[in-house]
């Protein structure tokens, strides 16, 4: 059995985690990777003062996941590509995906994951960029977002650690 060395490509057949990865648990990957659909799907769920979002919300909720492959971020990147990549072929709608309190707690998580992990710079990014997909979803279609998408928008930017 060969053993890589150090600036040696990894063995055949396995793939070495890319270093944004590897300083995750596959649990707090799984969060990172998790909290930005978990967050279009409750920006785009209706509430109490929040209206039905239609397709046009969806989409824009989508496209500010892709935006992130453009990002000035190692790890938004690699988020957003390991969002395309993964396919778990769940169809059930998840109640928890759109439950507020839920959705809070795990971007109060991933926040204490990044402060503890992420550079800096690649946790303002993250949490900027998960912030701004909430935003165009609660945007699409309305020149100005409801009283209560700004109050949603707020306590996930609280939760987020951004205010």
Known sequence: ????????????????????????SAAEWD????????????????GP???PRGVAAGLAGLDAVAAGRAFDSDL?????????????????????LTDLVDLLAAARAAARVLRRRADPADSAAYRQWVE???ARVCRAGET???????????RLGGALDLR
């Open 49 to 51: 003062g929040r209206p």
């Open 144 to 154: 100005t977002p409801s009283p209560a998408d700004t109050r949603f928008l707020d």
């Open 132 to 134: 701004s997909v909430a």
């Open 76 to 96: 938004v990147r690699a988020v957003v590509a390991a969002i395309y990549a993964r396919h778990d072929g769940t169809t059930e709608r998840d109640e928890r």
């Open 31 to 46: 969060l990172l990777t998790d909290l930005p659909g978990r967050v279009l799907v409750a920006a785009a769920s209706p």
């Open 1 to 24: 059995m060969s053993h890589s060395v150090a600036g040696e490509p990894p063995s055949a057949g396995r793939r070495a985690a890319p270093l944004t990865t590897a300083a995750y």
